[in-house]
T-cell receptor, first 116, second 116 residues
Framework: SAVISQKPSRDICQRGTSLTIQCQVD?????MFWYRQQPGQSLTLIAT?????????ESGFVIDKFPISRPNLTFSTLTVSNMSPEDSSIYLC?????????????FGPGTRLTVL | AQSVAQPEDQVNVAEGNPLTVKCTYS??????LFWYVQYPNRGLQFLLK??????LVKGSYGFEAEFNKSQTSFHLKKPSALVSDSALYFC??????????????FGRGTQLTVWP
């Protein structure tokens, strides 16, 4: 199966600061996604990270708050900007469109963020 | 609109007994259906998928799921539960868009507890 890594695995941040989460995939993929998950809850899609162009955001999420980069086919970053305690959550990176498995999305281990 | 329903927040079963975790879906076209499992403090792990072909699909760790088009269901099953199967299970659906990998829509999750 695919190997997707995320850094950091967890962090505790102060209100008003920003955190950038990195996602690295072990092979080139066509699609990368960022999700948010409250502990024990379902996943909410934040945006689709597009290689070479601006990310596509879901309703309720904006680029100023969650800027996303995708400089190549194996790497993406999500920044949580001007954080507040409401941003405390698990952030998950997902990738799909692998060379040998084109129809399945795989997930990274997640980044557990706590904002004080 | 695409959606997934997991009607049970929790399923409790004794070790050695069969287990079923229910999922129904709604899509406008042909569905691609997935089951993922999440262990505590971990990301989502892919279990199995239905894309086309046999309605009964087999996946990791002895799990299987049956696609029922008339009932729009994709229930997850295992003949004999293990304590180690205790985790949070997510059903997800994606509409068939040919070569385009669209986004997944997730159910709210079902917490499975297998007691010794």
């Amino acid at each position: 199966s695919a190997v997707i890594s995320q850094k950091p695995s967890r962090d505790i941040c102060q209100r008003g600061t920003s955190l950038t989460i990195q996602c690295q995939v072990d092979s080139q993929v066509t699609m990368m996604f960022w999700y948010r998950q409250q502990p024990g809850q379902s996943l909410t899609l934040i945006a689709t990270a597009n290689q070479g162009s601006e990310a596509t955001y879901e309703s309720g999420f904006v680029i100023d708050k969650f800027p996303i980069s995708r400089p190549n086919l194996t790497f993406s970053t999500l920044t949580v900007s001007n954080m507040s305690p409401e941003d405390s959550s698990i952030y998950l990176c997902s990738a799909g469109g692998f060379p040998r498995v084109t129809d399945t999305q795989y997930f990274g281990p997640g980044t557990r963020l706590t904002v004080l | 609109a695409q959606s997934v329903a997991q009607p049970e927040d929790q399923v409790n079963v004794a070790e050695g007994n069969p287990l079923t975790v229910k999922c129904t879906y709604s899509v406008s076209g042909n569905p691609y259906l997935f089951w993922y499992v999440q262990y505590p403090n971990r990301g989502l792990q892919f279990l199995l998928k239905y894309i086309t072909g046999d309605n009964l699909v087999k996946g990791s760790y002895g799990f299987e799921a049956e696609f029922n088009k008339s009932q729009t269901s994709f229930h997850l099953k295992k003949p004999s539960a293990l304590v180690s199967d205790s985790a949070l299970y997510f059903c997800a659906v994606r509409e068939d868009r040919g070569s385009t990998l669209g986004r997944l829509y997730f159910g709210r999750g079902t917490q499975l507890t297998v007691w010794p």
